[in-house]
């Protein structure tokens, strides 16, 4: 174990299949070879105070006192995510209902303003359970956030503290220090990973750029006119600084990374959170983990030895499982429980 991680153990230890003991397979596993899971969801759309909206898919029994999970993903993820459609489909299979955010331009359809979504936009989510809140007012709330999901999740819980609004929170494969991860990343055989994100976000924004045109937004194009060229833009430190940073309100990429990362949160949390985390994560450095007196007392941190990034496939490869899918139900059942 890192010398400055904490010193929690997991209660369920994580074995990795045969052959995919490697983080990198892990990694790549769900979005390169699992099968695709489908799912029966209606979606809702939630419109925003500044004129924007987040599309929820909802899965699940429709009780009003039914135990209700709010799932979010990753960075250029969606509620069609490997790992969101198999929670999903876990979860229903105890009982619960689920919902998953898909977070601003990340549903399928650019949002309507410049901005879009960040590693730090606990705003959005404090929306959208507010809105579950006021949706299934009698329905038990649980969240569970992957990466960047996993990161807002976290920071949402420490600015609020005993006023979360949620019974209980997961954490998976969490970034806690976005600078040192935007570090880590541009690393070895993590840059396969960056060149994917820069490819993605930058398409994004060339796919607004259309769309804005096409509707006549020209306060919109005016926006991100401002954000000059966006050629030679290579690692997360070009694109948080030269486009998260002024489309978010920040004033550089340091203090997006500053004001954003969930460590700096962790010790205001008093909602019953489970995080789970991977000691081999291509995306973390070890030093990022926080350290046991970081955490507060109602935080459960389970650091594994193996797992990659939203990775934690087990079984064999001809037969897979998905430890995440287990453990997280099984967590969320122990502590509706108490």
Same mark, same amino acid.
């Given at each position: 174990?890192?010398?400055?991680?904490?010193?929690?153990?997991?209660?369920?230890?994580?074995?990795?299949?045969?052959?995919?003991?490697?983080?990198?397979?892990?990694?790549?596993?769900?979005?390169?070879?699992?099968?695709?899971?489908?799912?029966?969801?209606?979606?809702?759309?939630?419109?925003?105070?500044?004129?924007?909206?987040?599309?929820?898919?909802?899965?699940?029994?429709?009780?009003?006192?039914?135990?209700?999970?709010?799932?979010?993903?990753?960075?250029?993820?969606?509620?069609?995510?490997?790992?969101?459609?198999?929670? &999903?489909?876990?979860?229903?299979? &105890?009982?619960?209902?689920?919902?998953?955010?898909?977070?601003?331009?990340?549903?399928?359809?650019?949002?309507?303003?410049?901005?879009?979504?960040?590693?730090?936009?606990?705003?959005?989510?404090?929306?959208?359970?507010?809105?579950?809140?006021?949706?299934?007012?009698?329905?038990?709330?649980?969240?569970?956030?992957?990466?960047?999901?996993?990161?807002?999740?976290?920071?949402?819980? %420490?600015?609020?503290?005993?006023?979360?609004?949620?019974?209980?929170?997961?954490?998976?494969?969490?970034?806690?220090?976005?600078? &040192?991860?935007?570090?880590?990343?541009?690393?070895?055989?993590?840059?396969?990973?960056?060149?994917?994100?820069?490819?993605?976000?930058?398409?994004?924004?060339?796919?607004?750029?259309?769309?804005?045109?096409?509707?006549?937004?020209?306060?919109?194009?005016?926006?991100?006119?401002?954000?000059?060229?966006?050629?030679?833009?290579?690692?997360?430190?070009?694109?948080?600084?030269?486009?998260?940073?002024?489309?978010? %309100?920040?004033?550089?990429?340091?203090?997006?990374?500053?004001?954003?990362?969930?460590?700096?949160?962790?010790?205001?949390?008093?909602?019953?959170?489970?995080?789970?985390?991977?000691?081999?994560?291509?995306?973390?450095?070890?030093?990022?983990?926080?350290?046991?007196?970081?955490?507060?007392?109602?935080?459960?941190?389970?650091? &594994?030895?193996?797992?990659?990034?939203?990775?934690?496939?087990?079984?064999?490869?001809?037969?897979?499982?998905?430890?995440?899918?287990?453990?997280?139900?099984?967590?969320?059942?122990?502590?509706?429980?108490?």
């Amino acid at each position: 174990m890192p010398l400055h991680s904490p010193v929690y153990a997991p209660e369920s230890p994580f074995t990795p299949a045969f052959g995919l003991g490697n983080p990198h397979l892990q990694t790549l596993w769900g979005p390169l070879w699992r099968k695709t899971t489908h799912l029966d969801r209606q979606r809702e759309r939630l419109w925003l105070d500044d004129g924007d909206f987040l599309d929820l898919d909802w899965h699940g029994p429709h009780s009003a006192e039914t135990p209700l999970v709010l799932v979010l993903h990753g960075l250029t993820g969606s509620s069609n995510s490997p790992y969101v459609a198999g929670l &999903q489909k876990a979860l229903s299979a &105890q009982g619960w209902a689920s919902v998953a955010l898909n977070w601003r331009g990340c549903s399928g359809e650019p949002n309507r303003l410049p901005r879009s979504y960040h590693s730090g936009v606990s705003e959005d989510l404090a929306a959208a359970i507010n809105h579950l809140r006021a949706t299934r007012p009698l329905a038990p709330l649980y969240a569970v956030g992957y990466s960047l999901g996993g990161n807002v999740l976290l920071k949402h819980l %420490g600015e609020t503290g005993s006023d979360s609004q949620l019974q209980g929170a997961v954490a998976v494969s969490v970034p806690f220090r976005l600078d &040192q991860c935007a570090d880590r990343i541009g690393q070895g055989f993590s840059k396969v990973y960056q060149a994917h994100f820069m490819r993605e976000m930058l398409a994004y924004i060339k796919i607004k750029e259309r769309q804005f045109l096409l509707d006549g937004r020209h306060e919109g194009l005016a926006t991100l006119a401002q954000l000059g060229s966006l050629d030679n833009m290579r690692t997360f430190w070009d694109f948080d600084g030269r486009v998260t940073a002024p489309l978010h %309100g920040f004033e550089d990429a340091h203090d997006y990374y500053r004001r954003a990362s969930s460590r700096y949160f962790l010790g205001e949390i008093r909602t019953p959170t489970l995080i789970i985390q991977a000691a081999d994560d291509p995306f973390v450095f070890p030093y990022s983990l926080p350290v046991s007196s970081e955490l507060s007392a109602c935080t459960q941190f389970e650091l &594994q030895a193996k797992g990659g990034h939203v990775g934690f496939v087990d079984g064999t490869l001809r037969a897979p499982g998905y430890y995440l899918e287990r453990r997280i139900p099984h967590w969320l059942i122990q502590t509706a429980r108490g």
